[in-house]
């Protein structure tokens, strides 16, 4: 799609996919947030672990995720003259928890200062908040199946 500015893009257009088996059926974006930091090495392995777990259930589920705890990989791909900043990060997520339908919030969300923080912008912004992927599932994919009979 070639269009002058992004803006003109419609959201629609280019965050749905269709779902596997599911003909006319989009995927509904699901902004997975909760604790990523910690005080060493290994809590921090483990969130990213629970995170990326989280992030796969969500998808099984028929959601598209938005998973935070894949951001490493964009830090192994810098060039020795090329850096990004905490704060890239954190306008990266912003951006996609914005155009998310939901927002799963998993066990630890509270103590996390980056998932405080999208709470706080998902709840200005009116985006559901679920505390878990079954809620999420309920509200999102079961109502929407039911509209559809």
């Known amino acids: 799609m070639i269009v002058d500015h992004p803006s003109k893009i419609r959201r629609e257009s280019v965050r749905y996919e269709a779902i596997p088996g599911k003909r006319g059926k989009t995927m509904l ?4 947030a909760g604790p990523y930091s910690a005080d060493n090495v290994l809590d921090v392995l483990n969130n990213i672990r629970r995170g990326q777990r989280a992030a796969t259930e969500a998808l099984l589920a028929g959601f598209a995720p938005f998973c935070p705890w894949l951001d ?10 090329e850096q990004l900043q905490v704060e890239h990060y954190y306008a ?34 009116g985006i559901p908040i679920f505390e878990s992927l079954e809620e999420a599932k309920a509200v999102l994919i079961d109502s929407e199946d039911k509209n559809d009979d």
């Open 29 to 32: 974006c699901l902004y997975v």
């Open 72 to 81: 490493f990989h964009f830090q192994l791909m810098l060039r020795d003259n």
């Open 92 to 125: 990266y997520s912003m951006a996609w928890l914005r155009v998310s339908d939901g927002v799963w919030i998993i066990e630890g969300w509270e103590n996390s200062e980056g998932a405080s923080a999208e709470v706080a912008e998902a709840r200005r912004l």
